[in-house]
């Protein structure tokens, strides 16, 4: 009955080396989300995915930020040449399902990664 | 901007208090949900709430829904050291599935 995991729970980087986060959604979920937490600015939505398909990455930066959601395997964020504005907690969260119409839309929160960029 | 106003920021209270938190938008939500996180975790989901002026009970904790579904609040009743931690409101918008809306939390501290 393992919840959300992510991988690594601290990542420490260089400017200009690049991030990989790792996500494993709960057994049975196909919904991920990514969000970053910064000191004193709460949880900012990045990016929504299902299996093999990005839905909506309106919260992603433009430049130097990906996502992906393989069809087998986590789901990978991906921070390209990294600054040290970077440095947050990325969470992820899973969700059993978001039907049309009514949200009612739960949503699990793995134990995030803290990326600290030197 | 922050669609989600979460009032206070700070609350320091002795163990056996009564305390209210607050999640105040202008925006209409679908549902919205109660996190607490504690430090260096994650979000620990703690209630969902759909229905305008639904109330929820979780032992000594009491959320409402606001009948308009536009804000919410958080009681607890006699509260414990063990409650400490940042409570968080998340807004689900109809018009958007997926992505949550979050306010920037009351961090309560219970004092034993």
């Known amino acids: 009955n393992a919840g959300v995991m992510q991988n690594p729970r601290h990542l420490v980087r260089r400017r200009g080396q690049e991030a990989r986060l790792r996500c494993s959604p709960m057994?049975?979920?196909?919904?991920v989300y990514w969000y970053r937490q910064l000191p004193e600015e709460g949880l900012k939505f990045m990016v929504y995915?299902?299996?093999?398909?990005?839905?909506?990455e309106s919260g992603m930066p433009k430049e130097r930020f990906s996502a992906e959601f393989p069809k087998e395997g986590p789901s990978i964020l991906r921070i390209q040449q990294v600054v040290r504005g970077d440095s947050a907690a990325y969470f992820c969260?899973?969700?059993?399902?978001?039907?049309?119409?009514?949200?009612?839309?739960?949503?699990?929160f793995g134990p995030g990664t803290r990326l600290t960029v030197l | 901007t922050q669609l989600l106003e979460q009032s206070p920021q700070f609350l320091s209270i002795q163990e056996g208090e009564n305390l209210t938190v607050y999640c105040n938008s202008s925006?209409?939500?679908?549902?919205l949900q109660w996190y607490r996180q504690e430090p260096g975790e994650g979000p620990v989901l703690l209630v969902t709430?759909?229905?305008?002026?639904e109330v929820k009970k979780l032992k000594r904790l009491t959320f409402q829904f606001g009948d308009a579904r536009k804000d919410s609040s958080l009681h607890i009743t006699a509260a414990q050291p063990g409650d400490t931690g940042l409570y968080l409101c998340?807004?689900?918008?109809?018009?958007?599935?997926?992505?949550?809306?979050f306010g920037r939390g009351t961090q309560l501290t219970v004092w034993p």
């Open positions: 969260a899973s969700s059993p399902t978001t039907s049309g119409g009514l949200s009612y839309n739960e949503q699990f």
């Open positions: 057994k049975g979920h196909s919904h």
């Open positions: 995915l299902q299996k093999e398909n990005i839905i909506d």
């Open positions: 925006s209409v939500f679908s549902s």
């Open positions: 709430v759909v229905t305008g002026g």
């Open positions: 998340a807004g689900a918008a109809g018009s958007t599935l997926g992505r949550l809306y």
